[in-house]
């Protein structure tokens, strides 16, 4: 395993958990106790925990993982509902794409769609996120507008009064909204109140808000909200999702895709 992948994992299992220790993680991953210390002073040295006597605990108590530890997570499911995003997508129409493993996702479907290999331009893609707006850059039929603002580093997402500027001024189709719970009680929420603001801001500019799901999120709560659920036109979400959180929200006027 290499140390990116071990780093993963510990980081991983660390979330689930709230605490490790060495002995416990050297098993899980079938590595030295050693390694496993060596593992979590370097991640300690990084701020992305604390280490303990004998092993470590999350690095604070609303503990998110940078972007770059997420991918892995759930990832035939986020592929699926990308593409399932982007097909409800026209070609010319101008969508908004907030920060996130999923919505990274959308952005790579939308780039490879056939029907959206040339135009003048083929799609304008509003973004906060600097890793979407770096992607498609490189693609010339589409416009990129990326909105101003501090980078935060955990999810490659531009927040702040400077990108209320941008996105204050501009009206676009549809926005998809990446999140980390969703409700049909507490609605659309994210960890950080910076980038629910943002997401939020998105969502008043759109004439139609998509949030792309995967199921272990729904029925969820965390900290910012970004939206009511009454908000949001159509969740695309996997095919583990069950039959009565399908029903609350259908209840609550969000159309369900489950892919």
């Given at each position: 395993?290499?140390?990116?992948?071990?780093?993963?994992?510990?980081?991983?299992?660390?979330?689930e958990?709230?605490?490790?220790?060495?002995?416990?993680?050297?098993?899980?991953?079938?590595?030295s106790?050693?390694?496993?210390?060596?593992?979590?002073?370097?991640?300690?040295e990084?701020?992305?925990?604390?280490?303990?006597?004998g092993?470590?605990?999350?690095?604070?108590?609303?503990?998110?993982?940078?972007?770059?530890?997420?991918?892995?997570?759930?990832?035939p499911?986020?592929?699926?509902?990308?593409?399932?995003?982007a097909?409800?997508?026209?070609?010319?129409?101008?969508?908004?794409?907030?920060?996130?493993?999923?919505?990274?996702e959308?952005?790579r479907?939308?780039a490879?769609?056939?029907?959206?290999?040339?135009?003048?331009p083929?799609?304008?893609v509003?973004?906060n996120?600097l890793?979407?707006?770096?992607?498609?850059?490189?693609?010339?039929?589409?416009?990129i507008?990326?909105?101003?603002?501090?980078?935060?580093?955990?999810?490659?997402?531009?927040?702040?009064?400077?990108?209320?500027?941008?996105l204050?001024?501009?009206t676009?189709?549809?926005?998809?909204?990446?999140v980390v719970a969703?409700?049909p009680?507490?609605g659309?929420?994210?960890?950080d109140?910076?980038?629910?603001?943002?997401?939020?801001?998105?969502?008043?500019?759109a004439?139609?808000?998509?949030?792309?799901?995967?199921?272990?999120?729904?029925?969820?709560?965390?900290?910012?909200?970004?939206?009511?659920?009454?908000s949001?036109?159509?969740?695309?979400?996997?095919?583990a999702?069950?039959?009565?959180?399908?029903?609350?929200?259908?209840?609550?006027?969000?159309?369900?895709?489950?892919?």
């Open positions: 395993m290499s140390r990116d992948a071990r780093w993963k994992a510990l980081l991983e299992l660390l979330v958990r709230g605490r490790l220790d060495v002995e416990d993680a050297a098993a899980q991953l079938e590595v106790a050693a390694t496993i210390r060596r593992d979590f002073d370097q991640l300690a990084q701020q992305m925990l604390v280490r303990t006597r092993g470590a605990v999350v690095h604070g108590v609303s503990y998110e993982l940078p972007l770059r530890y997420k991918t892995a997570r759930h990832a499911e986020k592929q699926r509902i990308a593409k399932a995003v097909d409800l997508i026209a070609p010319g129409e101008a969508v908004g794409l907030t920060g996130g493993t999923t919505t990274t959308v952005a479907a939308l490879v769609r056939p029907d959206l290999a040339s135009g003048s083929a799609l304008t509003v973004t996120a890793n979407i707006a770096n992607e498609l850059a490189v693609r010339p039929q589409f416009k507008v990326v909105t101003g603002g501090v980078a935060r580093p955990q999810s490659y997402e531009l927040i702040g009064p400077l990108a209320d500027g941008v204050g001024q501009i676009i189709d549809v926005a998809v909204l990446g969703f409700d009680t507490h659309a929420a994210a960890h109140e910076a980038e629910a603001a943002i997401n939020r801001l998105l969502c008043e500019r004439e139609r808000v998509v949030v792309a799901a995967d199921s272990s999120k729904l029925g969820q709560r965390a900290f910012a909200r970004i939206c009511a659920a009454e949001v036109d159509t969740l695309v979400t996997d095919a999702v069950g039959a009565e959180t399908v029903r609350r929200f259908e209840e609550a006027g969000v159309r369900v895709v489950a892919v």
